[in-house]
């Protein structure tokens, strides 16, 4: 059993306002995952984080059951119970992404659907899955409105999450990694990722280094004082001043 540690911390709405995390963490004997729900506008939807909520609930559960089965497999069916448990339509429910790490004495398997990455680290250096297809939609300038992510939520030409629509977990991101080359494993939602990937204050290494010498908290105190800084969000333009945070590391060493 690796050593496994877990931080995180809520943001605050779009009004700037304080809310509860729609970041989930769910640690089990040979997997862990991170999910955060899609912050939504629509009144008549429930949260993201409610949907998160439960779609970690049935994960869990189904990795629980069947520890060895296709990730891929175990995400489909969780989103499709949980769309026919409530009554949720494709194209009009609310949305999570999802980064699954499950691991066995000779392998780590790794799967990511939308923006909450999985990097692994060994003597190579970072191994980094990612989803990116929602970075190069917000970098043409396509997500420029609520109404037009949701126009291509779940598209060929647009991007993949979990949603209503089980289908989406086929076109997760996968990678699997021979367990003896692997020392650490990180998960994080895109609260977290953005001090590498968008803010560009740590590179995965250094993010690393923090959360081994200084404890996983002081990784998200670095992204929390980088956007005090740019209170206006004018440096790095962001839907609201801080994301929910959520970041496992998974230590094998």
């Known amino acids: 059993m690796p050593e496994i ?34 912050t939504s506008s629509r ?18 559960a189904s990795l629980h059951e069947s520890p060895g089965a296709d990730l891929a497999a175990v995400l489909a069916g969780a989103i499709a119970e949980v769309a026919v448990k409530h009554d949720l339509k494709p194209g009009a429910a609310p949305s999570s992404t999802v980064a699954m790490l499950r691991w066995t004495a000779d392998r780590v398997d790794g799967l990511v ?7 692994a680290f060994g003597q ?22 609520e109404a037009r992510v949701r126009a291509l ?23 699997s990694w021979p367990r003896h080359e692997v020392d650490t494993v990180l998960l994080a939602t895109d609260g977290v990722a953005v001090a590498v990937d968008d803010y560009r204050i740590l590179d995965w290494s250094q993010l690393l280094e923090i959360g081994r010498t200084q404890g996983l ?8 004082a980088a956007e005090a800084g740019d209170p206006g969000c004018l440096r ?13 590391m998974v230590d094998f060493r």
Request: net charge negative.
């Open 43 to 60: 009144l008549d939807l429930p949260s993201g984080g409610w949907y998160a909520g439960h779609l970690a609930e049935r994960l869990a």
């Open 5 to 38: 540690h877990v931080a995180e911390r809520a943001g605050v709405g779009p009004d700037g306002k304080p809310r509860p995390s729609e970041d989930h963490v769910v640690v089990l004997e040979n997997a862990a995952l991170v999910l955060d729900g899609a």
């Open 113 to 119: 659907l939308a923006d909450s990455p999985i990097v």
């Open 217 to 224: 908290s002081a990784v998200l105190d670095t992204v929390r």
């Open 153 to 175: 939520r779940n598209t060929e030409d647009g991007f993949w999450v979990a949603e209503a629509d089980p289908t989406a977990a086929r076109h997760a991101v996968r990678r």
């Open 124 to 145: 190579s250096g970072p191994s980094v899955l990612a989803d990116d297809r929602l970075a190069t939609l917000r970098r043409k300038g396509r997500l420029s409105s």
């Open 236 to 248: 790095w333009p962001r839907a609201k001043p801080h994301d929910d945070q959520a970041l496992i």
